[in-house]
């Protein structure tokens, strides 16, 4: 036996969330076999991929979950600009911490409790993505701080997030209601506005006095 055949195999990815208890209750409910064969044919991620990158330059609200050192849960939603949650290097993302009610939860649980999880619903395009990790807090890297800043958003940023990525999953679209933005829909909104204006000229030359 070689020195590399006493190291255990690594955990897959997905037993970030798989534990040995919800493992029982997949088993119990019936959906372990299907889980272990999807782990196989599609295991969960752990890197930012070129899809993840591109998506997230147009999410513009995420679910962002905490708890506390004795397990209390909370979850913040964390809103901004599209493309507010940056890509940092592979394992990382960051984003600003823009002032809002102050309560200071999301701060005071990662102070004694670094894992988390970031849930991003897209209703426009009726993806869900999932990711495990730890985050801290960085509030003396002004270099840091610059990188997360949005140009021209009028927000008070206190301080920098970073994501550590220990496992990612995509979910799938159903009972999702497709929703959109102001920004999203004002392309169509513009080109039917400008089609009613065509029919209004043409109205008004049809009804002019010869």
Not at 5 to 12: G, H, I, K, R
Not at 64 to 91: C, E, M, N, W
Not at 131 to 147: F, K, P, Q, S
Request: hydrophobic share 40%; charged share 25%.
């Amino acid at each position: 036996m070689t020195e590399m055949d006493d190291v255990p195999p690594s955990p897959p990815p997905c037993d970030v969330a798989f534990t040995p208890s919800v493992k029982a209750a997949q088993s119990r409910l019936g959906s372990r076999a299907h889980m272990e064969r999807m782990e196989g044919e599609r295991p969960w991620l752990t890197e930012v991929t070129d899809d993840l990158a591109t998506f997230l330059t147009v999410v513009d609200a995420f679910f962002f979950a905490t708890a506390s050192a004795d397990g209390q849960p909370y979850i913040q939603h964390r809103g901004g600009p599209p493309g507010f949650l940056k890509v940092i290097d592979k394992r990382t993302l960051g984003f600003a911490d823009f002032r809002g009610n102050r309560q200071y939860i999301t701060v005071g649980n990662l102070a004694e409790n670094p894992r988390c999880h970031i849930f991003i619903l897209h209703f426009a395009t009726r993806q869900r993505i999932k990711l495990w990790g730890r985050a801290r807090y960085v509030e003396d890297d002004a270099a840091l701080m610059t990188r997360l800043a949005i140009p021209g958003y009028r927000a008070v940023v206190e301080r920098a997030v970073l994501f550590e990525i220990e496992a990612w999953d995509v979910n799938c679209p159903q009972h999702i209601t497709p929703r959109y933005s102001e920004a999203e829909i004002a392309p169509a909104v513009d080109k039917l506005a400008a089609r009613i204006k065509e029919l209004e000229d043409e109205v008004a030359r049809l009804k002019a006095p010869v």
